[in-house]
């Protein structure tokens, strides 16, 4: 069966430090993933996502960076963090072709100061 | 442009009683849709989904309809328990299935007992 991972599962981070969040997949290969952003009481924003590793497409523009270094592994960055980043982050994968569920991971609720 | 839209913020129901969701969406290319549900500081999880060639999906309490002609589906759970009380988001697929899901942003369902 297949799993995913996130951490850390909480973060509280200075404003202006940088940020490393990451997702693993685990059971599957060759994912499709996602990393999706929900603000408090807002809806799921997509803010990047692969189809391939070293292949990232973003959807907002915005100070965060994803890379994809290996096929199930998924990683969303920042150099220096802003307030409005404040939110709970959520990685997803799913397998390409047709009529397929996504899956989500459990989120990292990021809390910039 | 909202793709995939979710009119009704918040629901109220009291327990036992049926819960419908409604969702409409705009591009008649999109053939599979998802119900997903999310509590708080939790990743959403797949509820039930339904592929364009069918007009109905059941799965226990949860039952999806779709009326293609509307561009409009609708998620139907009896009886309703507290237990169901969430966000429930609407999501629609392009036939590729590499294009991300559009979501719609959501539905809190309150059950009352």
């Known amino acids: 069966s297949q799993t995913i991972h996130q951490w850390p599962a909480t973060l509280v981070q200075p404003v202006g430090s940088p940020l490393s969040l990451e997702c693993t997949v685990e059971g599957t290969s060759n994912p499709n993933l996602y990393w999706y952003r929900q603000a408090a009481g807002r809806g799921l924003q997509l803010l990047f996502y692969?189809?391939?590793?070293?292949?990232i497409s973003s959807e907002v523009p915005q100070n965060l960076s994803a890379s994809r270094p290996q096929d199930r592994q998924f990683i969303l960055s920042s150099k220096k963090l802003l307030l409005s980043d404040s939110g709970f982050y959520l990685c997803?994968?799913?397998?390409?072709?047709?009529?397929?569920?996504?899956?989500f991971g459990p989120g990292t609720r990021l809390t910039v100061l | 442009d909202q793709q995939v839209k979710q009119n009704s913020p918040s629901l109220s129901v009291q327990e036992g009683r049926i819960s419908i969701l409604n969702c409409d969406y705009t591009n008649s290319m999109f053939d599979y849709f998802l119900w997903y549900k999310k509590y708080p500081a939790e990743g959403p999880t797949f509820l039930i989904s339904i592929s364009s060639i069918k007009d109905k999906n059941e799965d226990g309490r949860f039952t999806v309809f779709l009326n293609k002609s509307a561009k409009h589906l609708s998620l139907h759970i009896v009886p309703s328990q507290p237990g169901d009380s969430a966000v429930y988001f609407c999501a629609a697929s392009h036939p590729s299935g590499n294009t991300p899901l559009v979501f719609g942003k959501g539905t809190r369902l309150s059950v009352i007992a």
């Open positions: 692969s189809v391939g590793i070293g292949q």
């Open positions: 997803a994968w799913r397998r390409g072709g047709r009529d397929n569920e996504q899956f």
